[in-house]
């Protein structure tokens, strides 16, 4: 029935500002697959993932040989002037490469891949804790603009009621100035509530992937906390640190590798131009360290995977705190939102009525009826935030459990 009522406002509010009125309801598990299907987000991380996969295929591909055609001898003077006296060359050549390069090169193209793979997952993972956060902050906004315009009706009902007890002469010209004033005071706040739910609505819809920037959050039975993982769970923020060490390891290995020299191996056939003659040539070249060893990249690579391990310490921290903090949140928010879900709410609203009866009849203030009123609107709101908070806490604590 709430739900009813939440988007007939809607739909009265959106008119009454011009809007469209097609409103699109969706659930939480509706926003969460649409997010999978169609957020950029997920869609770069994915591109990058397969990138790294290519790379990784790359890697272990050892060079080309290289095949060489010479002419020598020809174009000068004196016999040399044509191509009677010149000296043909064709030759292979292949570098082979030494100090376990590919070995090292597919090492990091794997740890690579491995990390854009889990940095799919952890966009994934962000991804839905925002969509679950995005949800649950447009049914909030949705509820606060409802209460925005009861309180408004309410307003005006006083400001009525007031006029006419001034008119009778029971009640002075100042109380129907205070519930004029009460009653702009509503009318910017129901302002200000929608200008809020429009921009929930666009806040969900962008991270959907939606062009629809018209929606509405559907309620659903609320969720059930995620179980206590084991305390040696390997948490996906965890993964990626590790994923980012190996890398990190194996650029150091790639450093010392490319410290070591190649070696070009060549063979071939040469033919003398004016008696015709061949003979086979062969030859092997090395370049000589003598300038260049490699040690900056070395040292550099060797800092970097001694930051890494600071950086998967750090992770591991991070984690547990992440999931502590997150429990401990939820916890609370259960707490407050179980509190304040009882009786207090149907209280408060039979404690208004009384209210509004006594004031009609004289034996309550006008005070008296807005204490009352704003009990009610505190209470009512105090309840959409605990609920919000659980939801957040709840969104927090699915994303640190991420494996």
């Not at 040989?65 to 191509?83: A, H, Q, T």
């Not at 597919?106 to 740890?111: D, F």
């Not at 929606?215 to 659903?220: D, F, S």
Request: glycine share 6%; with cysteine; hydrophobic share 45%.
């Amino acid at each position: 029935m709430f739900i009813f009522l939440r988007a007939a406002f809607l739909a009265c509010a959106l008119l009454a500002t011009g809007f469209s009125v097609n409103a699109e309801p969706i659930a939480l598990p509706d926003a969460l697959k649409k997010a999978s299907e169609s957020s950029p987000r997920i869609s770069q991380a994915k591109a990058q993932a397969e990138a790294a996969e290519a790379r990784a295929r790359q890697a272990g591909v050892s060079p080309n040989p290289e095949l060489g055609l010479e002419i020598e001898n020809f174009g000068g003077s004196g016999p040399y002037r044509d191509f009677r006296s010149s000296e043909t060359t064709l030759a292979l050549s292949q570098r082979i490469e030494l100090g376990g390069k590919r070995g090292a090169r597919i090492a990091v193209a794997a740890a690579e891949r491995d990390f854009a793979l889990l940095a799919y997952k952890r966009a994934v993972a962000d991804l839905e804790r925002d969509v679950r956060v995005a949800h649950a902050e447009l049914r909030a906004a949705e509820d606060r603009a409802i209460l925005a315009r009861d309180a408004t009706g309410s307003a005006q009902e006083l400001a009525r009621t007031a006029g006419i007890l001034v008119d009778a002469g029971r009640d002075p010209p100042l109380r129907q100035l205070r519930a004029e004033a009460v009653l702009a005071e509503a009318k910017a706040e129901q302002a200000r509530t929608f200008g809020q739910l429009l921009t929930a609505r666009r806040l969900l819809s962008s991270l959907i992937g939606s062009s629809d920037s018209e929606l509405m959050a559907v309620a659903v039975s609320d969720e059930i906390a995620p179980s206590i993982l084991p305390a040696d769970t390997v948490t996906l923020d965890e993964q990626l640190a590790v994923a980012e060490r190996e890398a990190a390891q194996a650029r150091v290995r790639v450093a010392k590798a490319d410290a070591v020299p190649d070696v070009t191996a060549s063979g071939g056939v040469r033919r003398f131009g004016e008696g015709g003659e061949t003979a086979v040539v062969a030859g092997v070249s090395i370049a000589l360290p003598f300038r260049d060893r490699n040690r900056g990249n070395i040292e550099a690579a060797q800092s970097d995977s001694l930051a890494s391990e600071a950086s998967l310490a750090l992770a591991r921290l991070d984690a547990d705190r992440a999931r502590y903090d997150a429990r401990m949140m939820l916890g609370a928010a259960e707490v407050r939102y179980e509190a304040l879900a009882g009786p207090g709410i149907a209280q408060a609203e039979e404690a208004l009525r009384l209210a509004r009866i006594g004031y009609n009849a004289g034996k309550f203030s006008l005070l008296e009826l807005l204490d009352a009123q704003s009990a009610l609107n505190t209470a009512k709101l105090t309840l959409i935030e605990a609920r919000l908070d659980r939801a957040r806490a709840l969104a927090a604590l699915t994303r640190a459990n991420a494996q």
